[in-house]
Nanobody
């Protein structure tokens, strides 16, 4: 499974972006997909997760109500809609795929290359 993250860019505080994570592999719909982010000098942290077929979702508390994760299995793509962004959310955003329903990086088998989101004040 190869993952390609895209959609990052520069946005003002309070603005919105939609990230995409597209897979070129087969059986993508059977994988859970998580989004993580890594700010400069910080650990990579979990943001959101969506399961494969039933599309259950889970979010870290800091993004609940502002971020929405979704997927279109026919397009092998998972999205992360981010609203009301704040400067502290400037980071490289990564998508990852795995067989487990997990918030832990170690449980993901495949990672995209990351896409940079910069939120200006």
């Amino acid at each position: 499974v190869q993952l390609q993250a895209s959609g990052g860019g520069l946005v003002q505080a309070g603005g919105s972006l939609r990230l995409s994570c597209t897979s070129s592999g087969q059986a993508f719909s059977t994988y859970a997909v998580g989004w993580f982010r890594q700010a400069p000098g910080k650990e990579r942290e979990f943001i959101a997760l969506i399961s494969g077929v039933d599309k259950s979702t889970y979010y870290t508390d800091s993004v609940k109500g502002r971020f929405t994760i979704s997927r279109d299995n026919a397009k092998n793509t998972v999205y992360l809609e981010m609203n009301n962004l704040i400067p502290a959310e400037t980071a490289v955003y990564y998508c990852a795929a795995g067989r487990l329903w997990s918030v832990y990086r170690r449980d993901y088998d495949y990672w995209g290359q990351g896409t940079l989101v910069t939120v200006s004040s």
